[in-house]
């Protein structure tokens, strides 16, 4: 379970969380949906420990991040966006190196490698050096690092971003196995199908704040749409910066 | 938690290998760098060994003969009018019979004193000339019947204390700089790659989303960046062993192996160094925004122990200088190079203060990676 808990947090001018709360639990798909630059990112990032929070804090599993970083993240898999690929490893090499630096050790971490790379379908490419990946190859890749260890949460940053239907479709089927065994999935998103397709709790958010808790049916008709896009657009009061 | 560390460098140590560039920078140094010095020295011994024939002008050379000959045996000789060197010797008519008499005979030395190019060859002329003389002098007064050395009240004996391993200290001083620098340059490009370079390709957040601490990640990349400066210096000398044995050191009466005991030495007294040079390139790339600010931002800062080096090695440094990084090595080295006994104290001094250098470069970069300025680049 990821909980966070009034953050708020200011870069430079803008006010990028503003006394942000929601929680997204275990067993169920969360989509963090907003316009760009509604603080999604900042959002994740701050889940993760890398910024610091002006105000309010983050829990996972019930361990604050801020306290004991090491311990928390230990319970957290991310698919970053970007990737950060290391182009000169293969899929193999990097997605058991994070493995180890979960803890995992050097058999196991290979071992769970291996039905990782199965899972995903990445047998073909598993040993060629990750440069001159297709984008659909190198969101396996990224993916494979974020689900290795099996953290209890996992947490994807624009997952779809660039990705062809068949793609997107994996991504899609491992989402809903990941929650069907009971993991919390967490993932932002500007895109209307992939949240409606998804989710069972969308966290609408514009500027820092949470405008709207619930899943995209009662969105819907929390405002009296058909659609979530137009519920959306309703709920964030303009129709700025969405991509359909 | 040393078990992280361990996976961090060999993939930090896999990702380099794989990396031409990062592999080319040591090797090209590794390679380069002894064989250039190699090249100095044979143009070094070249000058050193067999001086220049000295080309004059001689008046009325055949007024006197046997100085001639006892000149050209000193190579000084009359040699083409375009080649000589604006010195003009003038035999006076009057030498022959002079000379025969007994008497002074004159001989005029025609040269422009404050030509600072002329004053080594002039130098020569005239050391040549009163050895001449002496020797004349002396055949008279055997002549004579009168022991010669009536005329020396004082033998001057001169004993040069210098060993012919010390005179290479000098030279092999210069060699040993070129070794040592060689862990700032073989481990440059990974230090770039690895922290600026990893910012650029956003894989540094990432690493920083896992379970792992920014005081391991440090340390896991501290001793990538060292193992290759370490490697570097490794094949600098082993390279250095090869290219030295074919200068030919006899021509200088003294000879300069890179033997076993030295590459150990060197090794030793090297690691420090590299555990600093690879904190302090780190640390400025990790400051820097991206791969390219940090090449050139290390380019500047790698003047520093350059400086220090040479400093050393020309020995033109204050005393402090021998308690500081780089420096103090070096001149250790050297000391040991020209047999004398290590100057241990000395030594440990300066490698503590090396390493406390690092220490706190590392602490400082420890610290960076907590901030969202460094790590996000804000």
Partial sequence: MIQVTNLSKRIGDVQALDDLSFSALDGQITGLLGPNGAGKTTCLRTVFGLLKPDNGFAEIDGINIAKSPVAAKQQLGLFPDPFGLYERLTPR????????????????????????????????????????????????????????????????????????????????????DLKNQGHCVLFSSHVMQEVAALCDQVIVMAEGKVVAVGSPDALCQQTGKNSLEDAFIQLIGTDEGIAA | MSNKIITMVRKELIDAARDKRSVMAGLYYAVGAPLLMCGMFFMLIGQLTSPEDLNIKINNPQGAPD????????????????????????????????????????????????????????????????????????LRLIARGIDPRVMQP?????????????????????????????????????????????RERNSLALLLSHPVSTGQIVIAKIISVTLFGMIGLLLTLIVSKF?????????????????????????????????????????????????????????????????LAMAASYDIAPDTLQWLPVSGQLQALIEFIKGRELPGMQLAISSLITLAISALLAFGMQKSLKSEKIVFGL
């Fill in chain 2, 243 to 307: 290219a030295y044995s074919f200068v030919p050191w006899q021509e200088l009466g003294f000879s300069v192996s890179v033997n076993s005991s030295f590459i150990g030495m060197m090794m030793l007294v090297g690691l420090p160094v590299a555990i600093m040079a690879a904190c302090l390139q780190l640390f400025v790339s990790f400051m820097a925004k991206s791969f390219k600010e940090a090449q050139s931002y290390l380019t500047i800062v790698l003047m520093l122990p350059m400086m």
């Fill in chain 2, 67 to 138: 100085l001639i000959k006892y000149l050209s045996s000193k190579g000084i000789t009359q040699g083409d009018a375009d080649k000589n060197k604006d010195i003009l010797l003038v035999v006076s008519d009057d030498y022959a019979s002079n000379m025969a008499k007994g008497i002074s005979a004159d001989v005029t030395l025609i040269a422009d004193a404050s030509n600072e190019k002329l004053q080594k060859s002039i130098r020569r002329l005239e050391k040549n000339l009163q050895q001449y003389s002496s020797e004349m002098g002396s």
């Fill in chain 1, 93 to 176: 090499e990097y997605i058991s190196y994070f493995a180890e630096l979960n803890g995992l050790s050097r058999s196991d971490a290979k071992h769970a490698t291996s039905s990782v790379i199965e899972k995903l379908h990445l047998a073909d490419i598993a040993d060629r050096q990750c440069k001159g990946f297709s984008q659909g190859q190198r969101m396996k890749t990224a993916l494979a690092q974020a689900i290795v260890h099996q953290p209890t949460n996992i947490v994807l940053d624009e997952p779809t971003r660039g990705l062809d239907v068949m793609s997107t479709r994996v991504l899609r089927d491992i989402l809903r």
């Fill in chain 2, 154 to 198: 004082i033998k001057l004996n001169v004993e040069d204390q210098a060993t012919p391993d010390s005179k290479a200290g000098m030279i092999l001083g210069l060699a040993t700089m070129t070794m040592i620098y060689a862990v700032f340059i073989s481990g440059m490009n990974l230090a770039i790659d690895t922290s600026a370079g990893e």
